[in-house]
Nanobody
């Protein structure tokens, strides 16, 4: 069984930066893809970014390309999301997820999810 715990959310002004972390309990093997989703109030949960087990393949939503960077440290069982140039529309609860299937991670059907961390961007 795998448990995921997000941290690093908070309040930041537009243009600022935050770094989210997702710590996995149990061993997330290098074969597990990990990803980030977000959900703003009144909106559906949407894909943000994903990273392959080895970290060699990443994928981003168009809305965050060039601003967000996903990475992982398998030795630490931790994934990160560096968020720069934050915009008001980035305000949401951010969730990490993980699955053996990269497709399931990206379409939101991963087996494992964290509880979420709030990111609020203010003007």
């Amino acid at each position: 069984q795998v448990q995921l715990v997000e941290s690093g959310g908070g309040l930041v002004q537009t243009g600022g930066s935050l770094r989210l972390s997702c710590a996995a309990s149990g061993r997330i093997l290098g074969t597990y893809t990990m990803g980030w989703f977000r959900q703003a109030p009144g909106k559906e949960r949407q894909f943000v970014a994903s990273i392959s087990g080895s970290g060699g393949i990443t994928s981003y939503a168009e809305s965050v390309k060039g601003r967000f960077t996903i990475s992982r440290d398998n030795a630490q069982n931790t994934m990160f999301l560096q968020m720069n140039s934050l915009k008001l529309e980035d305000t949401a609860v951010y969730y990490c997820n993980s699955d053996r299937s990269g497709v399931k991670v990206r379409i939101g059907q991963a087996a494992y999810w964290g509880q979420g961390t709030q990111v609020t961007v203010s003007s």
